[in-house]
């Protein structure tokens, strides 16, 4: 039995946009709880078996504020009229603040039978349902209209008191207005069922070779945009794995050499995307990938408290497709994700 309990806080002040001019700024506050249980029954040698069978259960709840404060909207931002919208501005305040649950269950199961005295079977299965529940409400709390002079960034204070009543109904137009709010809610339920198949056969007692296959997936969700406080729903994203390799040991297991090759199909990945004022990145199912490499391993033990080890790993990792409005990322790396690794 394993039982996990993770309490996090986290606390953010920033510029809003990340630009040099004066357009607001944000306060995020986040408190998240998650509780983890697993329960595995572990077999050995059993008429040929060995594995495990296994249940795990997952709680995890996040709860979310956000601030923006002093924001600066054009009107051409809300209403599709750039020649207007490039004279008419405000500042605007707004609340959000958000939930995000989810419930996730899952039994599994993996065993290796011996056929022969060199072959052996790899089977798995797992079976993954999450639920979840997200919910957002968004408050205006001030949008103060002016008019913006030609190459000006503020106000033009002669004209203030003509254009204030218009320009508040301009953006009132556009849904930007002192208490305009909305609660949305959703609620989606996600399942697989993820199979793992492989073959392991010893050369000698010291070498074996190995082939598996295996899917895994991560379940959907959603995003709250905190431009609108709109809830961005996405689907889960899935991977097809195909591994080979070898596993050797020598002069009494003191020396050991494991080296694998993997191919990988990943569909409708979740990738993040920024929303229509750049403020945020929302996850959405934007990409398709592949990813192949090979991974070297090499200990060796030298003494009763001491062990020497190399290791190497060569990665490709790009976009098949990584499409978002009129950005195209197609054929790009992974960020962060480097081509050679190595340690010792």
């Known amino acids: 039995s394993t039982t996990g309990l993770i309490r996090s806080r986290n606390h953010e002040f920033a510029d809003y946009d990340t630009s040099t001019a004066d357009n607001g700024s944000y306060q995020f506050d986040q ?12 077999v050995r040698d059993w008429n040929g078996l060995t ?11 996040y709860d979310s504020s956000n601030q923006g ?15 207007v919208g490039d004279l008419i501005a405000a500042r605007v305040d707004f ?21 022969t005295e060199r072959l052996t079977l790899i089977g798995g299965l797992r079976y993954d349902r999450e ?13 103060d209209g002016f008019v913006v002079a030609p ?8 004209l203030l008191a003509q254009i204030t009543v218009p320009a508040l109904f301009a953006f009132q137009t556009g849904g930007l207005t002192p208490g305009t709010g909305s609660g949305r809610q959703i609620k989606a339920s996600y399942d ?32 709250v945009d905190t431009q609108n406080g709109d809830i961005v729903q996405y689907d889960p994203e899935y991977t097809h794995t195909v591994e080979t390799g070898l596993r050797t040991a020598w002069f009494d297991r003191r020396l050991q050499t494991r080296g694998n090759v993997y191919y990988t199909k990943w569909t409708d990945q979740q990738v993040q995307v920024p929303n229509a004022d750049g403020s945020a990145l929302l996850t959405q199912n934007a990409a ?33 497709r990584y499409e978002t409005g009129s950005n195209d990322y197609s054929g790009n790396r992974f960020a962060k994700a480097p081509e050679w690794t190595g340690s010792a």
């Open 31 to 42: 408190n998240g709880r998650t509780l983890t249980q697993e329960l595995r029954l572990n």
């Open 51 to 61: 594995g495990l069978v296994g249940l795990y259960a997952g709680r995890f709840r």
């Open 69 to 83: 404060r002093d924001l600066y909207v054009q009107l051409g931002e809300v209403l599709p009229v750039p020649a």
């Open 95 to 115: 609340d959000l603040d958000s939930k995000n649950d989810a419930d996730n269950v899952a039994v599994f199961t993996e065993f290796d039978y011996q056929f």
């Open 131 to 143: 639920h979840a529940e997200i919910y957002s409400n968004y408050q205006i709390t001030r949008a």
């Open 151 to 158: 190459e000006q960034a503020a106000p033009l204070d002669a």
């Open 192 to 223: 697989a069922l993820l199979p793992k198949i492989g073959l392991r056969y010893a050369l000698t007692p010291e070498v074996n070779l190995f082939l598996t296959y295996v899917e895994a997936y991560r379940a959907g969700g959603g995003d």
């Open 288 to 320: 398709d990938s592949t990813l192949y490499g090979v991974e070297l391993e090499n200990s060796l033990r030298l003494g009763a408290a001491s062990s020497v080890y190399l290791n190497a790993g060569y990665a490709h990792a790009r976009f098949d």
